[in-house]
């Protein structure tokens, strides 16, 4: 069973901004997301997962390098949420976004981000 929910892709224009939230699917699992580090993860059309950005515990981020500048991490401990805002949309930007803890194998359903030209 997906342990996160993702929410809040759409479709944009390129250089719009969307902002994702990542929430526990149970309750069970909110203890997971506010004592983990958290990452968000992109699969493109005919493309593998992969990393976008993380958060650690304590607020550390780490970025992949093509949305450095353009999108931020950030997480609500207190909500038991995790974000990520992206701005300055590209059309390379499409794809499904997920959010899992670090090393986490189990994988919800995502929420489709599609950039259009």
């Known amino acids: 069973q997906a342990q996160f929910r993702e929410s809040g892709g759409g479709l944009v224009q390129a250089g719009g901004s969307l902002r994702l939230s990542c929430g526990a699917s149970?309750?069970?699992?909110?203890?997971?997301?506010?004592?983990?580090?958290m990452a968000w993860y992109r699969r493109a059309p005919g493309s593998q997962r992969e990393f976008v950005a993380s958060?650690?515990?304590?607020?550390?981020?780490n970025y992949r390098d093509s949305v450095k500048g353009r999108f931020t991490i950030s997480r609500d401990n207190a909500d038991n949420t995790v974000y990520l805002q992206l701005d300055n949309l590209m059309p390379e930007d499409t794809a499904v976004y997920y959010c899992?803890?670090?090393?986490?194998?189990?994988w919800g359903q995502g929420t489709q981000v599609t950039v259009s030209s």
């Open positions: 958060i650690s515990r304590g607020g550390a981020t």
């Open positions: 899992n803890y670090v090393g986490g194998t189990i």
């Open positions: 149970r309750v069970a699992y909110t203890r997971i997301l506010s004592t983990s580090a």
